[in-house]
């Protein structure tokens, strides 16, 4: 979990974090993902299974108890987590501060707009199956008349990112022909090429029949010079397995080159 300190009591059953498949065993675990996750954390994040942990899995009934008595209603949320922080002290009073003006900030957001910041934080740890249901959702359920047009065509186009990443490139596709067909925009009919070349597709006459053909071969240059770079990672990658005598380090170096180059692919669709 980073550089929590194990003060505490350690549980024999974690709490589980399912959505970043994340397993938390001491109370300071718990208080540095509650500072550091602050987007990733819903009205349900405090219950009883979470009281149930702090008080049964790490022996702290008191702490369990004033929770209970801050956390009425989901409108509790931010004192109660504010509470836990300092009564703990694993974070300086500064630092709590810090973490109080960023409730504040939240809660000046509106319900899409926390949705949307949970689905690009768990994009952001490439939790991208966990991203793409919370942006389906905002697809699909009634659009908030709060909510400017570019805030809903923002949220398909995060999505499309995330099956690209995927490599799920004909989802990634079907995603973004709605953006284009609205806005007729360049970059989304450019990222739309990428995903036709990396699938090896043909380009669909319906977006790319009017395209002019040096437009066509600038994008086509700009890939190849991508591709270009990720042969290179491949090359280098080929020359460790021959310098490198360890075997342990062998397998460590190709699994770094191999992360790089899945890396290198997806971000050829930003």
């Known amino acids: 979990m980073g550089r929590y300190l194990l003060c505490g009591k350690e549980a024999e059953l974690p709490f589980e974090i399912e959505e970043l498949d994340l397993r938390i065993y001491t109370i300071e675990e718990l208080c540095y993902y509650i500072y550091n996750n602050l987007m990733l954390i819903g009205d349900d994040f405090i219950g009883d299974r979470l009281i149930d942990f702090i008080r049964n899995g790490l022996s702290m009934p008191e702490i369990a108890d004033k929770i209970e008595r801050f956390h009425t209603t989901a409108s509790d949320l931010d004192a109660t987590l504010v509470m836990l922080l300092s009564e703990v002290g ?3 009073e500064p630092e709590i501060a810090q973490f109080s003006r960023a409730l504040m900030k939240r809660r000046k957001t509106n319900g899409p707009e926390r949705v949307r910041m949970k689905a690009d934080g768990l994009a952001e740890r490439k939790r991208y199956y966990a991203a793409i249901r919370y942006y389906r959702t905002l697809l699909r359920e009634p659009r908030d008349g709060r909510m400017s047009s570019e805030f809903y065509l923002g949220v398909r186009e995060s999505m499309a990112d995330c099956y690209g990443r995927l490599c799920r490139f004909d989802r990634a596709f079907q995603t973004l022909a709605p953006i284009y067909e609205q806005t007729k925009s360049d970059r989304i009919l450019k990222k739309m ?8 597709s043909e380009l669909p006459p319906v977006y790319f029949s009017k395209v002019p053909d040096t437009r066509l071969s600038e994008w086509q240059q700009d890939y190849w010079n991508r591709e270009s770079r990720l042969k ?26 191999t992360a790089a180059i899945k890396e290198e692919y997806r971000s050829m669709l930003e």
């Not at 090429?193 to 090896?200: C, E, M, T």
């Not at 090359?235 to 460590?252: G, T």
Request: proline content about 3%; hydrophobic content about 40%.
């Open 193 to 200: 090429y990428d995903i036709s070349v990396l699938s090896g």
């Open 232 to 257: 290179d990672r491949i090359r280098n990658a080929e020359v460790m397995q021959i310098f490198l005598k360890d075997p342990e380090k062998i397998k460590e170096a190709l699994a770094g080159y």
């Open 90 to 92: 694993y974070y300086t």
